[in-house]
């Protein structure tokens, strides 16, 4: 049996690591729950000093993209998006400051559900089904909310197509821009934009509000990458409850726990019925318990 979260997040010797959370898992009853509650994984972020996220991208968490390359090097456009507008900059949650939380920032957020990407497919042990473009899904976590330099955080429930179509088009003029510096191909531009339109694609009609080229590629990757763009979305909506699960547990943030457990808990219940293998992670159990915190 699968425990609800077992991400450890290990440290290169001497790279510093901070503000240890406690272990999710622990939050599952039965046999999954004392595992967890008792086991060694625990969920790291990393320290939030600009330096340190500066030197920790550039030499250490994106080497978890090792391997042969399919799709273009990410790396220094993520390194390119830190340093010089500030992704490590952007706070996210801000609606919840007047509470207690634990700041998150845009980078810490692509930190972890790129690791979870990496970790939890592997966690199937080769019974991933079905089989998934790992590349692919860990590079467009990584790149998907470059936009947030220039456009800000917006909370999932203010999100909506018009929003999406600004960050997109400011994706757009950032790899622009950057394409010379780093060297990207118009190849390299259009596979770039798969990567941070996979977001988008299971939007239905909504993706025809987008500039002609980027509804083709939408219209594509619904159906090429379907099983993908599941896999980024349950990512994504799962590391909300990781952070609102945190804050709940350390500090008795009730308010976000509820508000994340209400808007979040029917996606994921609904993404693991539409992709039955990502019920090895939020498990009955994990619907349950997050269920009980729902308005």
């Known amino acids: 049996m699968f425990v609800f979260l077992v991400v450890l997040l290990k440290c290169e010797k001497g790279v510093k690591m901070g503000n240890l959370t406690t272990a999710v898992g622990a939050a599952v009853r039965g046999n999954a729950g004392e595992k967890a509650a008792n086991s060694r994984w625990k969920f790291f972020w990393p320290d939030t000093s600009e330096d340190w996220l500066r030197v920790q991208a550039h030499q250490h968490s994106l080497r978890v993209l090792g391997g042969a390359a399919v799709w273009p090097d990410v790396n220094q456009l993520f390194y390119h998006s830190l340093i010089q507008n500030g ?43 079905p089989p998934i473009d790992k590349e692919m899904l860990v590079k467009a ?9 220039f456009e800000g955080d917006t909370l999932y429930e203010n999100k909506n197509t018009a929003q999406d179509v600004r960050e997109y088009l400011s994706w757009r003029q950032f790899i622009e821009g950057a394409a010379s510096q780093l060297k990207f191909n118009r190849a390299d531009l259009k596979k770039l934009d798969e990567l941070y339109l996979l977001q988008f694609c299971l939007a ?57 457990a209400t808007a979040q808990v029917p996606v994921l219940d609904q993404l693991s019925r539409q992709l039955t293998c990502l019920s090895n992670f939020w498990t009955p159990a994990a619907s349950e318990y997050f269920g009980r915190f729902i308005k």
């Open 141 to 149: 976590l990584i790149v998907h909310d470059i936009p947030e330099c």
């Open 204 to 260: 239905g009609d909504e993706v025809f509000k987008f500039p002609v080229h980027a509804a083709r590629i939408l219209m594509k990757l619904r159906e090429e990458r379907r099983n993908e763009a599941l896999w980024f979305r349950f990512l994504e909506h799962f590391d909300y409850v990781l952070y609102a699960e945190e804050q709940f547990v350390k500090f008795g943030n009730k308010k976000i726990m509820s508000e994340v």
């Open 87 to 129: 992704l490590g900059r952007v706070i996210r949650w801000s609606q919840y400051r007047d509470t207690r939380i634990r700041v998150q920032t845009t980078l810490e957020h692509t930190y972890g559900i790129a690791f979870l990407a990496q970790s939890f497919p592997a966690q199937l042990n080769g019974r991933l089904q």
